[in-house]
């Protein structure tokens, strides 16, 4: 269905969908490896390029078609390509857009699988990387190498929710030479759209808030120009890190559902940051809704809304943060997030365990950090559970 001109809630429950010509209302799975040629002639065609049509699901299949061409609709990209992880689709677009000799800029408190991707990993074969605070635009400017192909943002930043101007980072990488990719996994395409402000690729981990409902590990990549579309993809089937269809189907289901998610979960998540900030408890609060946040003017200049992500950080320490991820009993402790349900987690020990000490601190991810996932469930629930969790630490 063309959805070009509809709304961003009509694209999400019809963006992407070809006609079944069993009129199926669902795009069905279609569980296959691989597709028939009615002659050698189309198979031919196909495999040259000059042919529509599928021929085997590592290149391409329905399924995944539909999600990628659904998401692509909604970040207003050229196309979509879905990996099997987010951390596939990390890696897609790094051996995608940089080469041997060429050198990343990256945000310093970046995800720590995808830091340790570009220090260590990519460093075996020849690419530099540097970390730095990619809100502050001139530590970017002076990160800038003759070699710099690629700019690396996510925004908000896991875990300390930082907002990186997305225009002023692509205006800076272009003049470069470089490519501007974003992350926008903590964001989702409800809240922000990177190549809508010149980024040039833009990822999500569906794991998160696309899918929706933490049963589903997948990854997808937009991209605003179709040479770019070209050499991501080419990327993606040759290293063989595709969606499965029945995973696309799954998140493609979860994504009708986006807006509504996010609209009951950023609700609560502002009340239930007013109300952590206000605690005598907290050091500090990292949201993007509240004023205090050093970002806030930028976050609502570039974002639809705040989201649901909350980070802070007790007085307390390591042991306050501890003791209260012991104590809740309605939050989830866990990675991940972006579900239906509230998780909770502390990323010295758990996301970010992998980074040094020293380069964590750097980032700002002290050990009593503590990062809070906003779920569905009643805000006067997931605050009492907060209450009851901090007075046992009062008490321990």
């Not at 952590?276 to 907290?282: K, L, P």
Request: net charge negative.
């Amino acid at each position: 269905m063309h959805t070009n001109h509809k709304g961003f809630q009509t694209k999400l429950v019809h963006a992407g969908a070809p006609k079944d010509p069993y009129g199926s209302v669902v795009t069905p799975i279609y569980q296959t490896s691989t597709f028939s040629f009615e002659n050698t002639q189309v198979g031919a065609d196909r495999f040259a390029g000059k042919a529509d049509g599928y021929i085997y699901t590592r290149i391409g299949n329905p399924t995944i078609r539909a999600l990628e061409d659904c998401v692509a609709a909604l970040e207003e990209g050229v196309g979509g390509i879905a990996t099997s992880s987010g951390m596939g689709a990390v890696c897609t677009v790094c051996l995608a857009l940089l080469d041997r000799d060429t050198h990343v800029v990256s945000t310093a408190s970046v995800y720590g699988p995808s830091r340790t991707l570009m220090e260590k990993h990519l460093g075996r074969f020849g690419v530099s990387s540097s970390f730095v605070d990619t809100s502050d635009l001139e530590a970017v400017r002076h990160a800038l190498r003759k070699n710099t192909r690629m700019i690396y943002v996510e925004t908000p930043s896991n875990p300390m929710m930082q907002i990186t101007d997305i225009r002023a980072m692509a205006d800076l990488a272009h003049a470069q030479g470089a490519l501007l990719v974003v992350d926008s996994t903590f964001a989702s395409p409800y809240l922000q759209k990177p190549l809508s402000m010149d980024a040039d690729v833009v990822l999500h981990s569906v794991t998160k808030f696309i899918n929706g409902h933490a049963d589903v590990v997948g990854g997808i990549l937009i991209a605003r120009d179709k040479a770019v579309y070209r050499r991501v993809r080419d990327v993606m089937v040759i290293t063989g890190c595709n969606m499965d269809p029945h995973q696309a189907f799954l998140v493609h289901r979860g994504l009708k559902t986006l807006a509504l998610r996010i609209e009951r979960a950023q609700e609560s998540a502002m009340k239930i940051a007013s109300w952590i900030e206000s605690r005598d408890e907290v050091a500090w609060v990292r949201y993007t809704g509240l004023s205090s946040h050093p970002q806030y003017e930028l976050a609502r200049r570039q974002m639809r809304g705040p989201g649901s992500m909350i980070s802070f950080e007790l007085k307390g320490g390591f042991e306050a943060g501890k003791t209260l991820m012991n104590k809740v009993r309605l939050a989830v402790l866990a990675v991940s997030l972006g579900g239906v349900e509230t998780l909770i987690e502390h990323p010295a020990s758990m996301t970010h365990a992998g980074l040094p000490a020293e380069e964590r601190l750097k980032a700002g991810i002290t050990d009593g950090l503590v990062r809070y996932s906003v779920g569905i469930e009643d805000p006067d629930d997931l605050l009492g559970d907060l209450e009851q969790a901090l007075a046992s630490d009062q008490a321990h």
